[in-house]
């Protein structure tokens, strides 16, 4: 009868699957680097524990009983089980063997991870990523609430809880319809755009607020009876006459390769840009590899898209 307590050792199943091997008790204590008499004592007390005779011991060698052959498939499989375990463990203890959840905005996923997702890949082959998108408030409160595993997006708030990398600087682009009054010029003075209808994404966006404080520092007027929901969207409608807008440098470089319609500018002496963060929690075991991660992605931007945004250093934790 099956002893209650305490179930039987990887050892003791490691020992049982040698001598039932081995049909020798004394090869096997050899082959297992114990003593014979310590072998002896650890097949008696798994055979105890279960209430079961394992092996038939005579003077003329060791056999398997019937109930060790009942078991012997299912203690091999345990001690594969956990051979398979701590390969797994291993794999995973570097970070490059993992899938993770990667949390990142809409206005900025489809034009940046094409670009450095097929070289990262090519650097750890091992490495994954779930992806979605979100806007950075929420993917924020997701990163904390264990949603995702890390986000790439702008980041406006701290948090004692999160850690950060910068990547990039993104710089905004201003854009009018090509029969704009405007549209002749590479650099147009702040004051020029006085009173301009800047069209912009809904407020759910981080971006609509950006654009927002924009407007206020130059006194131009969000138009809020028109919102995209899209980048695209804010190009068409900027396009068919319906006001002006600012989009992302790198939505620029992935989408207008021939923008006829429009006319791609920047603002005299004023630079506008948002910075994007690699973020993750600060108790993630991935943490050590994340802040790793965060330098090969800002290798792989600096030689993929430094004509579209200006790589930043590494810095201390935001």
Not at 9 to 14: G, H
Not at 109 to 128: R, S, W
Request: glycine share 6%.
């Amino acid at each position: 009868m099956l002893s209650e307590g305490k179930t039987p050792s990887l050892n003791q199943l490691r020992y049982f699957v040698t001598v039932a091997r081995q049909l020798n008790f004394r090869r096997a204590a050899h082959a297992l680097g114990v003593s014979q008499p310590t072998l002896t004592t650890q097949i008696n007390a798994l055979e105890n524990h279960l209430g079961l005779t394992l092996f038939e011991r005579s003077r003329s060698g060791t056999l398997l009983s019937a109930h060790g052959h009942a078991l012997l498939h299912y203690a091999e499989q345990v001690l594969k089980a956990n051979l398979h375990f701590h390969e797994v463990a291993r794999n995973l203890s570097d970070g490059e063997n993992t899938m993770y959840r990667l949390g990142i905005p809409p206005t900025l996923g489809p034009y940046l991870l094409p670009h450095i997702l097929p070289d990262i890949h090519a650097l750890k082959p091992g490495l994954k990523f779930y992806v979605r998108e979100a806007a950075p408030d929420q993917l924020f409160q997701g990163l904390l609430t264990g949603e995702y595993d890390l986000i790439l997006s702008p980041m406006s708030q701290t948090n004692s809880q999160v850690q950060s990398q910068p990547l990039f600087y993104e710089p905004l682009k201003f854009v009018l319809p090509s029969d704009h009054p405007l549209a002749d010029q590479d650099y147009i003075d702040p004051e020029q755009i006085r009173g301009e209808q800047v069209l912009t994404l809904e407020d759910r966006h981080h971006f609509h607020h950006q654009v927002q404080e924009i407007c206020m520092r130059l006194g131009a007027n969000v138009a809020r009876d028109y919102e995209g929901t899209s980048l695209d969207t804010l190009r068409q409608m900027v396009v068919m006459g319906m006001g002006v807008a600012f989009l992302p440098g790198l939505y620029i470089h992935s989408e207008l390769h021939k923008p006829e319609a429009l006319h791609v500018c920047e603002l005299a002496d004023m630079p506008i840009v948002r910075q994007h963060v690699l973020a993750w929690r600060n108790t993630s075991p991935a943490r050590a590899f994340f802040r790793e991660l965060s330098a090969v992605m800002r290798d792989i931007i600096r030689q993929r898209l430094s004509d579209a945004v200006t790589v930043t250093e590494s810095s201390s934790n935001v």
